[in-house]
């Protein structure tokens, strides 16, 4: 199966600086890289995707990058906001399986 | 539309007893599965489904059953439950299996004594 690893698993950064979460995956047929958000008490959200093809993504302060060769790909949050603060996972879809990371608790502190 | 709905939100058991924990979905999706949640582990897939009448293994599929009848309802069922199986439980669905995007559910927290 698929492995994921996710990296840092806590991050804490000041409003408005940009924040940087990110994962590698070991099956190169994976081909769907989503993003979740998860707030306290609550189920997963998502919050942007990328798929095999496609090597950069963004959706006005969140954007994530794709490098298929070094089987990486990172979510990157510009302008942080203290609404931004909650759990935040990726995930890999190989065929019907989707394998996630283990999680980044990000801390925005006013 | 109410979206992936579970129940119940939480729950107690016993080591050896059973229970299932209820998905509905009213997006008319194909596409279902169930995830549990540890600390430090992220979510791992028990079981999923592309179909009624479908079925399939995840990652961590011992102990648990589960069954597709309609294309709403996807019902997990623990047989003899163990203190391992403490968890918090989502069930998660997607218009179809090449589609991507999961839709979670509020999740079911699940403790055995």
């Known amino acids: 199966g698929e492995n994921v690893e996710q990296h840092p698993s806590t991050l804490s950064v000041q409003e408005g600086d940009s924040a940087v979460i990110k994962c590698t995956y070991s099956d190169s047929a994976s081909n769907y890289f989503p993003w979740y958000k998860q707030e306290l008490g609550k189920g997963p959200q998502l919050i942007i995707d990328i798929r095999s093809n496609v090597g950069e993504k963004k959706d006005q302060r969140i954007a994530v990058t794709l490098n298929k060769t070094a089987k990486h790909f990172s979510l990157h949050i510009t302008e942080t906001q203290p609404e931004d603060s909650a759990v935040y996972f990726c995930?890999?879809?190989?065929?019907?399986?989707?394998?996630f990371g283990s999680g980044t608790k990000l801390n925005v502190k006013p | 539309n109410a979206g992936v709905t579970q129940t119940p939100k939480f729950q107690v058991l016993k080591t050896g007893q059973s229970m299932t924990l209820q998905c509905a979905q009213d997006m008319n999706h194909e596409y279902m599965s169930w995830y549990r949640q540890d600390p430090g582990m992220g979510l791992r897939l028990i079981h999923y489904s592309v179909g009624a009448g479908i079925t399939d293994q995840g990652e961590v599929p011992n102990g648990y059953n589960v069954s597709r009848s309609t294309t709403e309802d996807f019902p997990l069922r623990l047989l003899s439950a163990a203190p391992s199986q403490t968890s918090v439980y989502f069930c998660?669905?997607?218009?179809?299996?090449?589609?991507?995007?999961?839709?979670f559910g509020e999740g079911s927290r699940l403790t055995v004594l």
């Open positions: 998660a669905s997607s218009y179809g299996r090449d589609t991507g995007e999961l839709f």
């Open positions: 995930a890999a879809q190989l065929l019907n399986k989707f394998y």
